[in-house]
């Protein structure tokens, strides 16, 4: 699967719900590799703010980040913009913005996934880079009860449960099951607050652009009218009678849901965070945006650690190339062939697994008392998962043979060692041009990256 960014820009209008200033922000094309980028078009040197975990310094009543090189330079009310980008499969865009947030618009994300179908997709050469979701994940808030599972799955999908101490609100359940349902289920779910945080909202000088058309306010709690009067003064909106318990807004709820359904939609847009696409399953209860931001950064964390998944491995399916498909295409016999099946295989890049044995003839003498595989044999058994790579794109491969030219960057990290599977990633650095490829790859067992290395070679027709 390829990055995707927007076919051409767009722009919206609008008051931003904390600042109350009106605001115009323009979402652009962006090249392969940029991931999500802010740019503050009202600042001196219009500096910018990637859309990443670890850039999040606040997280009440929405997602602020700020920049680590530039200070004062910071983007709230992101969520809803961000998951109607991830929703869309939009990895690259450049959104310039002329004030410190986004404007909220209608309270939700369905303006802005709206004006990406709108203006279509452009795929991209580069792969998509996925965060694959390989075993059970929890984060936890014991405070407020919060709390979220990630669990193994093939496709991203999402459980939210909310639960309030609230006459009208009390406990709700949304789930998404991939995003082709995003923009008529989720997207236009808004923002919703209680009557009773608005004053101390208001007060700390939050919320200036609030009104009732661009969030749900919800009465649960009996007040005097004098009260909620000046409540809505604070506020610069019309009075409401309120005899009766339930929801204020001007417009009637999308789904009698809709409060988990938001949630849903800020739980999305805060694991966007992440930079990459997810295939797993979220399970949330009582979601709020400091619990999805600290596993979005828990998981920032583990890529910089290790800034490459491994493949996933699961041997009870067939191969793509068994062994003797390899031997029709590569020249190496025993007990120079290196590889025993390929198991993915994409325009750009390519998996292969290779089981060590205890029988292996190098054990013999490398070392007889602590048998060590050498790393001068995983670079070659990597350059030959990288050279099936090169020759599935000629005709009669077999006639065909790759030739080193040049190693680069070579790190071993730990020891291979008899009973090891290490799993191959290779992938184009560049295109092939004129039988020259350039690739960078990586050794895995398990998790861990065992080794990795840069690489050029020839591709040389047999005499």
Request: charged fraction near 25%; include cysteine; aromatic fraction near 6%.
């Amino acid at each position: 699967m390829k990055q995707n960014t927007l076919k051409s820009p767009f722009t919206l209008q609008g008051k931003g719900l904390h600042t109350g200033l009106q605001i115009e922000a323009t979402f652009n094309p962006a090249p392969a590799g940029t991931g999500i980028v802010f740019k503050r078009v009202d600042m001196d040197g219009e500096p910018t703010v990637d859309a990443i975990a670890e850039n999040v310094v606040e997280t009440q009543r929405g997602t602020v980040i700020a920049s680590r090189v530039n200070k004062g330079v910071r983007v709230s009310t992101i969520e809803h913009a961000l998951a109607a980008l991830y929703a869309a499969g939009v990895d690259n865009c450049l959104i310039e913005t002329n004030a410190p947030e986004l404007p909220i618009l209608d309270g939700s994300a369905v303006i802005f996934a709206s004006e990406i179908e709108h203006v279509g997709l452009q795929e991209q050469e580069a792969d998509r880079d996925f965060y694959i979701v390989k075993q059970r994940m929890v984060v936890e808030d014991e405070k407020t009860g919060a709390k979220i599972v990630m669990l193994p799955d093939e496709e991203f999908s999402a459980d939210v449960m909310i639960d309030f101490d609230s006459q009208v609100l009390s406990n709700q359940f949304a789930s998404i099951d991939g995003m082709s349902a995003f923009k008529e289920e989720i997207a236009a779910c808004r923002t919703f607050v209680f009557v009773r945080e608005v004053l101390p909202l208001v007060q700390a000088g939050l919320i200036k652009g609030g009104d009732l058309d661009n969030a749900i306010v919800i009465y649960d709690r009996p007040m005097a009218q004098e009260e909620l009067d000046r409540i809505a003064d604070l506020m610069g909106v019309e009075h409401k009678n309120t005899e009766q318990l339930g929801y204020l807004n001007n417009k009637p709820l999308m789904f009698k849901n809709e409060p988990a359904r938001h949630k849903l939609l800020d739980l999305i847009g805060d694991l966007s965070l992440i930079g990459r696409p997810i295939k797993g399953r979220i399970i949330a209860t009582r979601p709020g945006h400091t619990i999805n931001t600290t596993l979005s950064k828990k998981i920032r964390q583990a890529l910089r650690a290790q800034s490459v998944q491994a493949p996933v491995y699961n041997p009870d399916v067939e191969p793509l190339y068994d062994v003797n498909r390899i031997r029709h295409m590569l020249p190496h016999r025993f007990p120079m062939l290196m590889v025993d099946k390929v198991i993915e295989m994409g325009e750009n890049y390519v998996v292969g697994v290779k089981s060590v044995s205890g029988n292996e003839p190098f054990f013999a003498g490398h070392f007889p008392d602590e048998p060590v595989m050498p790393g001068v044999l995983q670079v070659e058994a990597m350059a030959q998962v990288g050279g099936l790579l090169v020759l599935s794109k000629v005709d009669e491969p077999e006639k065909y043979s790759t030739y080193f030219m040049k190693i680069d960057n070579v790190k071993f990290r730990q020891k291979v060692v008899p009973g090891d599977t290490l799993i191959f990633h290779l992938s184009l650095l560049t295109p092939i041009r004129r039988g020259i490829a350039v690739m960078k790859g990586y050794a895995f067992v398990g998790e861990k990256v065992v080794s990795e290395a840069e690489f050029m070679a020839q591709i040389v027709k047999n005499k």
